[in-house]
């Protein structure tokens, strides 16, 4: 079957690596990290204060959170830096206001196309291509229709550098275990190009419904949500993936310049304890990755315990990876909160050179109830679905009632084979969703607890589809029969945003999509003259009604 793409990305950009050498526990430099040495010690090169002064925005005000900060924590920082200056420079940099940053979704619009229509006054980040810095401090972003169109992300800078430091090309398998907010996975994606498979899974379950708006809110298609436990994701899909990206829950030190709880929760106990949680998770997630797939570990503290400490316990442990790059970076030698991230290569002779090892429905269950009696969390749903694949749909009046909602919304589906080739990858989930899923995966993925897998077309009521928000949103790659389109400033698409009818063309019938600047937000239904609105009641921006 030809590789045809129905969504498509919108710029397939050519990514400059900015980790360019790899070499055995040699550190990566890139611009506004600070630098290790192969005896993990820190060495005195850093971003200039000019240079740091021409990436990062002014100050917006003083947070005066230096006088606040942990004493333990004071004390430990300043024995890890070299020098007084720099200790001092770390320090001072908490008087500063936090950087805000967005990343640009090239799943739906290109980065030029996004820099010509951004309203707010930003500057190109040096940890990412798709990453712009915002030099303003605007108010409301999160309800601007660009954001409910899912044309960006708002993610903290330093955060950016994982994506890139797990070099991830368009059909690999990746899972990104602990995956909540969906910044990663978002970013993930965009590498993707809307191929191969994305598995993002996310413990705890309302973090996890979470993650399934955000993804669905990009236009991803080749997502997984799972909520699992690490050990039942271990379970069903050992040596499975070429990437596995672990973003692991810490102790939070580089979140204390935006978030005072974060301070008010640190403790080096707590510390220790994140250590010893984030050693469980890297057992569980080195069984997943693939002979010669990669591991990417990260954090966004400052902790050495957490951070290289972790990976060389996780190598003594396990000497069939190799440690390719480590980077640290610091509020004050970046734009931004600060992080760290390490990315390891299991080695190919170490292991069988297969995919997916079975596992067992009752391993995989009994992994997940082992998790949810640690956590104290009933189970909600039984662990095992009655049926190990999902049908394609088969039934010749669903598939006729399918054929006729494409063709009447969708100018593509006029030809045949487009048609079919897209009916091929329709299937059916357990609770009776329709959804599009171009993508391969194994059996064992539906022994774990699904959200949401691919992007859901609709539901098939008294021989007509009623289709889904979700499916108008990741039709990037496809060609609207009816489809209006607002600017981001027009009060026709405030109205729709609200929960309200808009007017159309008398002549307009049917299914249309909603578009903010050619990019589809939504959709409604025209009659007389009227489009009836069909944008989620929850997803209404309150402050447009």
């Given at each position: ?200 899974n996310e413990i705890i379950p309302n973090r996890a419904k979470l993650l399934a708006r ?332």
């Amino acid at each position: 079957m030809p590789d045809r793409r129905f969504f498509d990305c919108a710029a397939a950009e050519t990514q400059r690596p900015l980790f360019a050498n790899r070499f055995k526990f040699q550190i990566q430099i890139v611009k506004g990290m600070r630098i290790l040495n192969s005896n993990n010690t820190f060495s005195d090169e850093a971003f200039s204060d000019s240079s740091y002064k021409t990436q990062c925005p002014q100050p917006i005000c003083g947070s005066g959170i230096e006088s606040k900060l942990p004493p333990a924590f004071v004390k430990r920082m300043r024995s890890d830096f070299e020098t007084k200056a720099e200790f001092e420079r770390f320090i001072a940099c908490y008087s500063d206001a936090p950087v805000r940053a967005m990343r640009i979704n090239t799943l739906k619009i290109s980065k030029e196309r996004f820099i010509d229509l951004c309203p707010w006054q930003t500057k190109q980040s040096e940890l990412l291509n798709e990453g712009l810095i915002l030099t303003e401090n605007p108010e409301h972003i999160g309800t601007h229709p660009y954001h409910i169109a899912g044309l960006f992300y708002m993610q903290e800078p330093s955060a950016m550098s994982v994506v890139e430091a797990a070099e991830i090309a368009p059909g690999m398998r990746v899972l990104d275990l602990c995956a909540a907010p969906g910044g990663k996975s978002g970013g993930i994606a965009a590498r993707l190009c809307g191929r191969g498979i994305l598995v993002s899974n996310e413990i705890i379950p309302n973090r996890a419904k979470l993650l399934a708006r955000n993804l669905e809110r990009l236009g991803i298609v080749n997502a997984v949500v799972t909520s699992a436990h690490p050990d039942a994701v271990a379970e069903a899909l050992p040596q499975y993936f070429d990437r596995v990206v672990v973003d692991a829950p810490c102790s939070g030190e580089g979140m204390f310049r935006k978030d005072p709880t974060a301070i008010a929760e640190w403790s080096p106990e707590h510390v220790s304890a994140c250590a010893k949680r984030q050693r469980q998770i890297l057992e569980s997630a080195c069984r997943c990755v693939a002979p010669g797939g990669k591991l990417i570990y990260s954090t966004c503290t400052f902790s050495r315990e957490e951070n290289e400490g972790e990976i060389e316990e996780f190598c003594r442990m396990h000497p069939e990876f190799t440690v390719e790059m480590q980077h640290r970076l610091y509020p004050h030698t970046c734009c931004g909160e600060g992080h760290f991230a390490a990315r390891l290569q299991r080695n190919r002779s170490s292991f069988p050179d297969t995919s997916a090892l079975p596992a067992s429905a009752e391993a995989v269950c009994t992994a997940q109830k082992k998790a949810e009696t640690r956590s104290g969390r009933a189970k909600r749903s039984a662990c095992v679905p009655e049926a190990d694949t999902l049908p394609r749909i088969k039934d010749k009046a669903e598939i006729a009632a399918l054929t006729e909602f494409l063709r009447d919304s969708f100018q593509d589906f006029d030809d045949e084979s487009i048609l079919n080739e897209f009916l091929h990858e329709v299937r059916r989930m357990p609770d009776g969703r329709i959804v599009y899923a171009p993508f391969t995966f194994h059996k064992n993925l539906l022994r774990l607890r699904i959200l949401s897998l691919g992007v859901e077309v609709g539901e098939l009521l008294k021989g007509r589809l009623k289709p889904c928000h979700s499916f108008f949103v990741a039709c990037h790659g496809l060609h609207f029969r009816n489809k209006i389109d607002f600017s981001s400033e027009s009060d026709e698409l405030r109205r729709y945003l609200s929960g309200n009818t808009v007017p159309v063309p008398v002549n307009m019938r049917g299914f249309a999509a909603v578009s903010v600047d050619g990019c589809a937000l939504g959709f409604g239904k025209a009659v007389d003259g009227v489009l009836k609105n069909h944008f989620p009641k929850g997803l209404a921006v309150a402050a447009f009604r």
